[in-house]
């Protein structure tokens, strides 16, 4: 029962909270330890209220995940975990983790309680309406980042990091919609409502638009950012950036292995060497240059 529950609560998907170091890492106080304690703990929290929006969402889907070729075999659906003790456990780590979060920012706290109402409301309503759902994961990302920049007293953040988050989360988005419905091909809509209002060729163009868009972003942070050095050697990272973003695309309409952008992280070996690359030159440019 413990291991079905650990399962429902997705610690796979617990690497999106990741961007809850944005701040810290790109307002170049990885080094100092406060900061760095006070973002660890802000990370744990978002991962505990993540998996509270996790056991909500398979619970609201529990009907149509039964006829899903995949989600069937989750603890819920499949009968390995009941309802009832995800519905406590998700209403204690709610209990647990906001008096948590006000304890290390009032505002972190603000920022946990936005993003566990919007996908609360994503669960129930957004999910089904095309573009919205997309949308509404973005702005989790967006969340996340914020997160982090409330939890230290930022010096100098770009403010192009918001967009570029927003962007790319866009994109990865588009991304799974388009991934899951080549996958389910013609029963799309009786296993995810909203792949109704959804076609490939729409898809595609969303992905082009966004996934330029994330490039040309970015771009501008590298050499526009006030805390980069003046010689705009952090654009010596949008390289790393470029593949990533066409490697994701590679594998949804070539080799059809992308789905889950969590799955694709933790398995496709070339997205793992580039981001870390692109964590190396970023880290050489911030903190060794």
Not at 130 to 159: K, W
Not at 196 to 213: F, M
Not at 274 to 279: K, Y
């Amino acid at each position: 029962m413990f291991l079905a529950l650990l399962k429902t609560m997705r610690p796979r998907q617990w690497t999106k909270n990741g961007f809850v170091f944005f701040a810290l890492i790109f307002d170049k106080q990885l080094f100092q330890l406060e900061p760095l304690l006070r973002t660890l703990g802000g990370f744990i929290l978002f991962c505990l209220i993540s998996s509270v929006v996790y056991l909500v969402n398979d619970i609201a889907d529990i009907e149509a995940d039964r006829q899903h070729p995949e989600k069937k075999k989750r603890p819920l659906p499949s009968g390995q975990l009941s309802v009832k003790l995800a519905w406590s456990v998700a209403i204690g780590l709610i209990v647990l983790v906001l008096p948590l979060g006000w304890l290390l920012s009032p505002a972190f706290a603000g920022v946990l309680t936005a993003y566990l109402v919007l996908n609360l409301a994503y669960s129930k309503w957004l999910k089904h309406i095309p573009i919205v759902d997309v949308l509404v994961i973005a702005a989790g990302f967006v969340l996340r980042v914020h997160g982090g920049v409330t939890l230290i007293q930022v010096e100098r953040f770009s403010p192009w990091l918001y967009v570029v988050t927003t962007l790319g989360s866009l994109y990865l988005g588009f991304g799974k919609r388009r991934a899951e419905l080549s996958l389910l091909d013609q029963g799309a809509g009786s296993h995810r409502r909203v792949l109704e209002g959804y076609t490939i060729p729409l898809l595609d163009q969303y992905v082009t638009i966004v996934s330029a868009a994330t490039i040309l972003a970015y771009s501008l942070y590298t050499f526009s950012a006030p805390n980069l050095p003046e010689n705009h050697i952090m654009m010596l990272t949008i390289p790393f950036v470029v593949y990533i973003i066409f490697r994701y695309l590679y594998l949804i309409q070539v080799t059809h292995e992308a789905g889950a952008p969590e799955e694709v992280l933790l398995k496709d070996i070339p997205i793992q060497i580039a981001i870390l690359l692109f964590g190396l030159t970023v880290f050489i440019v911030f903190y060794l240059s």
